[in-house]
């Protein structure tokens, strides 16, 4: 960047990154709901299950960890991802913002699967090192 502000065209793939983001986190929540309304059907006619323990996440079951998992490690990430995006956007340079949001947001996206099969670090380490290059073209 040259030192000045980018213009609002520059930072629209900025935005594009940011839409699909924020896309990936509501299709988590569909996720969870769903994985929620699966285990209320399964568990129904079971008297020791309560839907109260399922809606809130104590009930013991890898598929409702992962997705409840996937929901706070994004919410958890989200500050960090979103703030070193927009300020390498704005303060660095907006090709990097755009190039390291892509892949978090693709790796970010990998996070279920991740979590499920035991293999987190295949989408947190990407993930770190996103948010890492990004405030590196800031600060450094």
């Given amino acids: 960047m040259d030192g000045g502000f980018p213009s609002k065209v520059a930072l629209m793939p900025v935005a594009q ?14 996720l969870q709901v769903g994985v929620k309304v699966k285990l209320l059907r399964e568990t129904k006619s079971n008297p020791k299950v309560s839907s109260y323990d399922i809606k ?21 990430q989200a500050i960090p991802f979103l703030t070193s995006l927009w300020l390498c956007a704005l303060f660095g340079d907006v090709d990097a913002a755009v190039f390291a949001g892509k892949y978090y947001v693709l790796f970010r996206a990998l996070y279920p699967a991740a979590y499920y099969w035991g293999f987190i670090p295949v989408s947190t380490a990407p993930n770190y090192a ?11």
């Fill in 130 to 140: 996103c948010i890492v290059y990004m405030l590196a073209q800031v600060f450094m």
């Fill in 56 to 76: 809130i996440g104590n009930y013991k079951d890898k598929r409702l960890t992962t997705v409840n998992r996937t929901i706070g490690n994004t919410m958890e």
């Fill in 17 to 30: 990154v940011t839409g699909a983001f924020v896309g990936l986190w509501y299709g988590f929540i569909i």
